[in-house]
């Protein structure tokens, strides 16, 4: 079996003006659609970041990919590689504090690997009739936990002005509360994460506060900004925050760096506070893992298959993490159900994967959706592995053409969160870390 075709489909999806301490979402998020065919007629997908960037990437590599037998990918991983094994060797050196997901050049490689690899995966399931999980190990769990992923956010559905504001404006902690009042109850989450970092320390504080009063100890809760807090301010969220974030919940990148987040760790202990801190910032690859671990200055590593270089990488950080005694979790940024059911595959065979995945799912809509048979669906929080082969969705191509289309409409060719909130917010924003 040899692929014969590498098909790239550059598309725009509808984003709403969610805000985070990298500034504000555009009204269009970029995604790249990556097709692969076999020589026997086996199609295989993935979903990964959009623009101009990577999609330049996975054109550099299209000799080395077409002709290749899709089996083979340790081969290919090595050559994509080969020049980035200098930048892993810096330990802590890949930090993700000033960049956007998708856009730290030191992560291109794994970017492009993985999404080359999924669409691989995706045809060996269907070459063998199982489900990629299946493939790539077996699964753990048949159905994957996702949490409510709240952000704070203008008003606004995103896009040409065409899509509902589901959620409306959401800067305060009712509106957030209601926010994830609406979301669990089309979802069915049973975890939840804050988007923090971006309004004062007391608002946030108390958003999570009122966020335990509506759901209650049984319902997991976990705050991230992104780095926005200074040292002490860390600190001082999390003695204030010390029961709220107990009993499954974590602190996610309080502030910058491994040595900030050690001694927030280290301060917050001596005050007899065991809340894990979690991050996909401080720690970016599997040279940073030794040194996290060593300063314990994360005890849950934020996996994320797009960037971490594919399924099974994660799998490796799953078994690393496990050998450190760390926690596993999973990242996300906006995308659409091919992504949603790498994710699910994967962390159905992560048996270290303990925490409802991120998902920015429940922000994208019905109309964008490139699957075919649309969204995927969600019962109780979960997504389950469905009783097809490979990833089990197909793609719907007049979507897609659709998504090509806005994709030439939109002006921009890369995430830029800080202009946004420029153009939208404040003319004088600038992205301050820490801020508070
Ligand atoms: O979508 O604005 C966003 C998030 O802030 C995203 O870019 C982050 O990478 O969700 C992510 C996170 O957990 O840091
Ligand atoms: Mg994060």
Redo the contacts with the bound molecule.
């Keep these: 079996m040899k692929i014969s075709a590498l098909t790239l489909h550059s598309i725009a999806i509808a984003d709403p003006p969610?805000?985070?301490?990298?500034g504000l979402?555009a009204p269009w998020a970029l995604r790249t659609i990556v097709e692969l065919e076999t020589d026997d007629g086996v199609r295989g997908v993935s979903e990964t970041y959009g623009g101009e960037r990577p999609r330049a990437a996975l054109e550099d590599i299209r000799g080395r990919v077409v002709g290749m037998d899709p089996f083979q990918l340790a081969g290919l991983y090595g050559d994509i590689n080969r020049e980035a094994v200098a930048d892993a060797g810096v330990p802590g050196g890949r930090s993700?504090e000033w960049l956007?997901?998708g856009e730290n050049p030191l992560d291109r490689h794994n970017r492009t690997f993985a999404a080359i690899e999924i669409a691989c995966l995706d045809i060996i399931g269907k070459a063998t009739g199982k489900p990629v999980c299946d493939v790539i190990g077996g699964r753990v769990r048949n159905r994957v936990s996702f949490s409510a992923?709240l952000?704070y956010k203008h008003a606004g559905g995103g896009g040409d002005g065409a899509y509902a504001d589901e959620y409306g404006e959401v800067l305060d902690a009712p509106s957030a509360v209601r926010e994830c009042r609406q979301m669990i109850a089309q979802y069915g989450f049973r975890e939840i994460?804050l988007?923090g970092g971006v309004l004062d320390p007391p608002v946030e504080i108390e958003t999570i506060r009122a966020l335990r009063r509506e759901f209650g100890g049984g319902v997991p809760l976990r705050i991230?900004p992104?780095c926005a807090w200074s040292v002490d301010t860390s600190v001082s969220i999390g003695e204030l925050l010390r029961e709220e974030l107990a009993g499954g919940g974590y602190l996610?990148?309080p502030c910058p760096g491994l040595a900030g987040m050690s001694e927030v760790r280290r301060r917050l202990l001596a005050k007899g506070i065991d809340t894990p801190l979690a991050s996909?910032?401080a720690v970016t690859s599997f040279a940073a893992v030794p040194e996290a671990k060593a300063l314990d200055a994360v005890q849950i590593v934020?996996s994320d298959p797009h960037y971490w270089g594919g399924m099974r990488q994660v799998q490796y950080l799953s078994h690393l993490c496990g050998v450190l005694g760390m926690g596993l979790s999973m990242?996300?940024?906006?995308h659409l159900g091919v992504s949603l059911m790498a994710m699910t595959h994967v962390a159905a065979a992560c048996p270290n994967l303990t925490y409802a995945c991120?998902t920015?799912y429940p922000w994208q809509t019905a109309k964008d959706e490139i699957v075919a048979g649309g969204r995927i669906q969600f019962v109780d929080g979960a997504v389950e592995i469905p009783d097809k082969p490979g990833l089990g969705v197909e793609l719907d191509y007049d979507q897609l053409a659709r998504g090509r289309e806005r994709y030439e409409k939109v002006p921009f060719r890369k995430?830029d969160?800080e202009a946004e909130m420029r153009k939208h917010v404040d003319p004088n924003w600038k992205r301050v870390l820490p801020r508070w």
Aim: glycine fraction near 0%; charge should be negative; aromatic fraction near 10%.
């Design positions: 969610l805000r985070s301490s990298y979402h993700q956007v997901p992923y952000f994460k988007k991230d992104n996610e990148d996909n910032v934020l990242h996300s940024n906006s991120d920015h995430r969160d």
